[in-house]
């Protein structure tokens, strides 16, 4: 019996994987990595409702902080939450994240983070650059960036404050 040259091909095929050596890493060596997984900032207007009582709700303003990144992209809920903060002098409304340093204050940690966001931030493009925020407690400086009111999370009672209304928030900026 005469065996054709194709069915001697897998035969070689096997011997070339059995003698097999290291092959070099052919990826360049000066390509770059995208920073993964580091903390973010989020500023926030958000909206408080007691869905189960159906009691109309309110909105709020709240700065939410991710020890990792990649846990916000899920809805997931944020490492901390700030105070709550309304503008009163607007009727309760949210707060105005730009043109004016806000003082957002996390009774959790005790940490205060001070934001300064450019007046004119929130007519700004997705992901353009909008200001900068800095947290007292060890004077680290983060970049602001416009989001386009992505909700970021919903947080169902119980809250942090205690209260029995839910906490659905959108992003209006981020800072890394």
């Not at 925020?133 to 602001?144: I, P, V, Y």
């Not at 970021?152 to 119980?158: I, K, N, Y």
Request: charged fraction near 20%; glycine fraction near 6%; charge should be neutral.
């Amino acid at each position: 019996m005469k065996l054709s040259p194709l069915y001697i091909l897998p035969f070689a095929a096997i011997h070339s994987f059995a003698s097999a050596t290291a092959v070099p890493d052919l990826a360049p060596r000066n390509g770059t990595l995208a920073k993964r997984g580091g903390e973010v900032n989020y500023l926030c207007s958000c909206f408080r409702l007691n869905i189960a009582a159906g009691l109309p709700g309110y909105v709020a303003s709240y700065m939410a902080w991710y020890s990792n990144s990649d846990n916000s992209l899920a809805r997931q809920r944020p490492d901390s939450l700030s105070s709550e903060y309304r503008d009163w002098s607007n009727g309760g409304n949210t707060i105005k994240w730009e043109e004016k340093q806000q003082n957002i204050y996390f009774p959790d940690s005790g940490v205060t983070v001070q934001t300064h966001i450019d007046s004119d931030a929130n007519k700004r493009a997705f992901t353009t650059w909008a200001g900068w925020a800095q947290r007292t407690s060890d004077w680290k400086t983060f970049n602001c960036y416009r989001d386009n009111s992505r909700i970021v999370f919903v947080w169902d009672p119980p809250v942090p404050d205690g209260s029995n209304l839910g906490i659905s928030c959108s992003a209006e900026y981020w800072c890394v």
